[in-house]
């Protein structure tokens, strides 16, 4: 990793006698794309706020670049935030929106010209300066916002939730153009979201926040598939939860019992005989059988309750024997059409070894 731009040294904020960051510290490293992720209230928008300098903290420090700025006026940071609502303004055009910053630090008009172009184009709206705003789609306008924060070349370019009111397909492709972006300016991105989706596919690394505390920091693959608790791995993607208990450990494997089958799997984490554990498996991880079918290796055993279509895959809704509810997915093949299975068949559930995340039970 690089320089680091940002540090939070034991930050702590509150707000009405209510904790909203709880003594974090972090590093954000120069020309990486972080994401700050989870749910509403847990802080994440409060960080970003603090680092812009429209937040102070209460206790600890924000170091930019370096240098202590927890007294550091907004206007003299040298960072640019994307809003959530754009906050454009509507009586300008597109290039005087984008050059307003530039013309408050007295920069002459070739010059502003001349960068504003360059960040139109940058953002696919060559062309488009004399437009007003109240002609422009929610897309366009994000990307006026896009283009009027980095027009300014911030050392830092934060961006508050800012697809989250656009439709599906366009947030899709928003956010591979802000990858995109990021890649053609190589600054340091900070992306507040609740969606998992986006931190998943965007982010060099994700910070996973819950109550004002980060809860695990790491690479997207990391943080899919080697959740550090039973928080991220619920709030991460899709999960299937089974709860069990270790009958026996050998070094890196254990036995243990689930849903009443014995079943071995690695034992990354120390776990002893006796142990309550929670066993974590995707919907893709999930290896499904017919009955009728030899089913050779440890399962568990159930019906198909429901059967979705979704094109490339096809997910299965399956009900235990126990009664437990749980979800799989399997990837669909057109010449393979024996994988369409029928409500209420009896199936055998079973995964491959290895691929489960095994967690102390919370």
């Not at 847990?42 to 209460?58: N, P, Q, W, Y």
């Not at 990354?268 to 554990?277: A, C, K, P, S, W």
């Amino acid at each position: 990793m690089g320089k680091q731009i940002v540090s939070f040294k034991g930050v702590t904020k509150g707000f009405d006698n209510q904790t909203v960051v709880d003594n974090i510290s972090l590093d954000i490293y120069g020309g990486e794309f972080l994401t700050l992720l989870g749910p509403s209230g847990c802080g994440k928008t409060t960080m970003l706020r603090m680092i812009a300098g429209l937040e102070s903290c209460d206790e600890g420090q924000v170091i930019i670049n370096g240098v202590v700025s927890n007294d550091i006026p907004a206007a003299e940071r040298d960072v640019n935030t994307v809003f959530q609502s754009y906050a454009l303004f509507p009586h300008m055009t597109v290039l005087q929106n984008i050059a307003f910053g530039l013309s408050l630090k007295g920069r002459p008009e070739a010059e502003i010209l001349e960068k504003v172009e360059e960040a139109l184009a940058m953002v696919k709206l060559a062309g488009f300066g004399e437009r007003r705003i109240q002609r422009l789609s929610g897309g366009q306008q994000q990307r006026v916002a896009i283009a009027r924060a980095i027009v300014n070349e911030p050392l830092i370019l934060l961006l508050d939730e800012p697809l989250s009111a656009l439709d599906h397909k366009l947030r899709k492709e928003m956010r591979l153009e802000l990858r995109q972006l990021h890649r053609k300016l190589g600054i340091t991105f900070i992306f507040v979201t609740h969606d998992q989706e986006e931190a998943l596919t965007m982010s060099d690394r994700i910070v996973v926040m819950n109550n004002g505390k980060i809860e695990q920091t790491g690479e997207p693959k990391e943080i899919y598939e080697e959740p550090a608790n039973l928080f991220v791995a619920d709030f991460i993607g899709e999960s299937n939860f089974f709860d069990g208990r270790v009958t026996g450990t050998d070094g890196h494997w254990m036995d243990i019992l689930v849903e009443d089958v014995a079943m071995t799997v690695r034992n990354r984490r120390g776990f002893f005989v006796n142990q309550d554990i929670r066993v974590l498996l995707r919907p893709e991880d999930m290896v499904i059988q017919r009955a009728s079918d030899d089913c050779d290796q440890p399962h568990l055993k159930g019906r198909v309750e429901e059967l979705i279509y979704k094109g490339n895959t096809v997910d299965l809704v399956i009900r235990l024997n126990s009664g437990k509810r749980i979800a799989t997915t399997e990837f669909f093949n057109e010449d393979a059409e024996e994988i369409f299975y029928a409500q209420n068949e009896a199936v055998c559930i079973s995964w491959i070894q290895g691929w489960e995340v095994v967690l102390p039970n919370e």
